[in-house]
């Protein structure tokens, strides 16, 4: 869906558009957007050039440096060309906000990045049959109902040899992890 026309609807709050990342033009004129914020969950489509907000109450007042600072891939706002005087004028007027934006984007977007990758090395290690062995996590199930464990841990001479009892075992499930995966690999690539 690249065009979408929602034009005099009584919506009061934008959400709940995520999937449409083709969006090209917008019209959600005229309807009950009073809150100018709503504008900046349009960031996410980074094909928009065409909004139309005209007839909102928001729109009463003096908006449209606040949309054309928040939204840079917009060319057309309210079926009128935004200038490059006016998109330099409303990014130097809402410069300190906007930087927030940006950095808080830039954030979650590595958090997302970090969730794929996590998603994808989890799967891996499902595939390669050693899913729980990573981060000590198999050595830590190993005493988690281990209720003398923690009363041996307190004596000085065995903290020492427990932590590094536990740094073997992690290293030993590390090198099963790389063996199981290289094996993984091999009979993907026998498929």
């Keep these: 869906l690249k065009d979408l026309t929602l034009y005099n609807n009584q919506i009061t709050v934008l959400e709940n ?16 957007l009073s809150q100018i914020d709503n504008v900046v969950y ?3 489509f980074k094909e ?9 109450p ?14 840079p891939a917009i060319t057309y706002l309210d079926f009128r060309l935004v200038s490059s005087q006016m998109r330099e004028e409303a990014i130097t007027q809402f410069q300190d906000a906007i930087d927030v934006i ?3 984007e830039r954030d979650e977007q590595k958090k ?8 994808v090395q989890e799967k891996q290690l499902r595939e ?22 923690p ?18 075992f992690c290293k030993i499930c590390d090198e099963l992890i790389a063996f199981a995966l290289k094996e993984a690999e091999s009979w993907d690539n026998e498929k």
């Excluded at 999937?19 to 009950?32: A, M, T």
């Excluded at 997302?112 to 998603?119: F, M, V, W």
């Excluded at 050693?130 to 464990?149: C, K, P, R, S």
């Design 42 to 44: 349009l960031r996410k």
């Design 112 to 119: 997302t990045e970090n969730e794929k990758a996590r998603l």
């Design 58 to 71: 928001f729109s009463q007042g003096d908006y449209k440096s606040y949309v054309v600072a928040h939204l």
């Design 151 to 168: 009363k041996l841990n307190q004596l000085p001479q065995l903290v020492e040899a427990f932590d590094l009892y536990k740094s073997k």
């Design 48 to 56: 928009l050039q065409c909004l139309n907000v005209a007839g909102n």
């Design 128 to 149: 390669a049959f050693v899913d729980g062995f990573i981060n000590g996590q198999l050595f830590d199930d190993l005493f988690l109902e281990d209720t003398d464990g």
């Design 102 to 104: 940006e950095h808080n």
């Design 17 to 32: 558009m995520d999937k449409l990342v083709n969006l090209h033009v917008f019209s959600i004129g005229n309807n009950n």
